[in-house]
DNA sequence: TATTTTATCTTGTCAACGACAAGATTGGAG
DNA sequence: CTCCAATCTTGTCGTTGACAAGATAAAATA
């Protein structure tokens, strides 16, 4: 009850908060070409030329959005991967897990991360928000085969994620499963995950 | 010489052809958001409501590509299929190699064919010509383990489409391989697909 | 406490956009 | 030759992102 919302306060005090709050729901709502920062201006009770002193463009503010995207992708990864006990391949398993139901959730805003535009208004923050759901990414794949060489390794990084982002990107799209149960559909994703850690695994030189 | 640009022709002939035209170039130039009806229209050399009677609006121009786009992708996946010869593994990895080089040549054009954006304007033709590249991509996959069971061969047409569409995607995006070579991204991609490739033989029994 | 500074938010404006309406031009059917 | 229908034009509307200039209130200073 310290600094809530009273009547109509005098200057918002949580403007910055408010506008990515409303940004991030309106993403989910209207689509990326739906969304607009006068939208966001008005869903935060404000005119539509505030945002401008907390965001310099609309970019700016879909950067932010992406940033706190990444923050959280890596949050669901970690968390997933720690419910999976201690096997390394268990715990790649356990990270793809959470990386498909992070997507699922916000399929709106996945997109936006990994699009195109993202990459034209480059922050640093969201460049190393992104670095960091990488290198979670890359250890954990590492941990599966240990003993394998560099060379391997860096294309199992790249399989194992190209296998788990083509599968959650195909679905959020439409592409694949379209009419499955979700329960049906989180099968399939589970067979998509088992059959990429089997081929890490074979490839590091786990096999047999 | 026969109906082409004289002077400043009477009616234009062939407008529905030539913003088809302006718009695949200047999705490329400027990316999905961009991308301006009046645009096309300018480029066209025609006024900004000229579309119309071509378009109903702007997400009727770009379903309109992106259904060109898919006939591309899978005359591109088809003419390198046909190159790799008569091996089902080899085709498949042809497949692969055409879907990627497509991807790399018309990446935002890629992007919006894949887009949730894309889903929404959703037309017959538009469903047709993707239902259509997934057939082929299907049939490749089937061909390499004729002897496996419909349901492993329907997770292992996931897992192959989700490997060579994730890698691309990360890619493009420039999460992956950005500051490699063009001749040693493909030489990542390649061996992506043939991992991918592997994991599928071995899934449909042909292993050992 | 009183005054000044500064961050924050407002109203007002601009060009550009998508969409629509109404009128002009032209190729082809009768 | 006449009329019709498709095609293209000009004109307009509401909305958008961005900018400018002024108002408000919190914070810094004296």
Redesign the interface.
């Known amino acids: 009850m310290a600094r809530a919302k009273a009547e109509k306060p005098y200057h918002h005090g949580e403007l910055r908060e408010a506008l990515v709050a409303a940004g991030r729901k309106l993403l989910e709502e209207k689509?990326?070409?739906g969304f607009t920062l006068r939208e966001c201006a008005r869903r935060a009770q404000v005119s539509h030329a505030a945002p401008a002193h907390h965001f310099a463009s609309i970019d700016d503010l879909l950067a932010e959005i992406a940033t706190r995207g990444y923050h959280d992708l890596t949050a669901a990864m970690t968390a997933e991967a720690r419910r999976s006990g201690g096997d390394a391949a268990a715990r790649l398993v356990g990270q793809g897990v959470g990386y498909m139901a992070f997507a699922a959730a916000n399929?709106?805003l996945f997109?936006l991360m990994?699009?195109?535009?993202?990459?034209?208004f480059e922050t640093p923050a969201l460049a190393a928000a992104?670095k960091s759901a990488?290198h979670l990414h890359r250890e954990a794949v590492e941990a599966v085969i240990p003993q394998a060489s560099g060379d391997v390794k860096e294309?199992?990084v790249?399989?194992a994620?190209?296998?788990?982002?083509?599968?959650i990107?195909?679905v959020?799209?439409?592409?694949?499963?379209e009419r499955d149960s979700p329960r049906a559909l989180k099968a399939?994703g589970l067979?998509?995950l088992s059959?990429?850690v089997?081929?890490v695994v074979?490839?590091g030189g786990g096999g047999r």
Chains 1, 2 share one sequence.
């Open positions: 689509g990326l070409r399929p709106v997109q990994f699009s195109r535009e993202a990459n034209h992104a990488y294309r199992m790249d399989f994620w190209a296998a788990v982002h083509g599968f990107t195909l959020l799209e439409g592409q694949l499963g399939r067979a998509a059959a990429m089997e081929a074979r490839a």
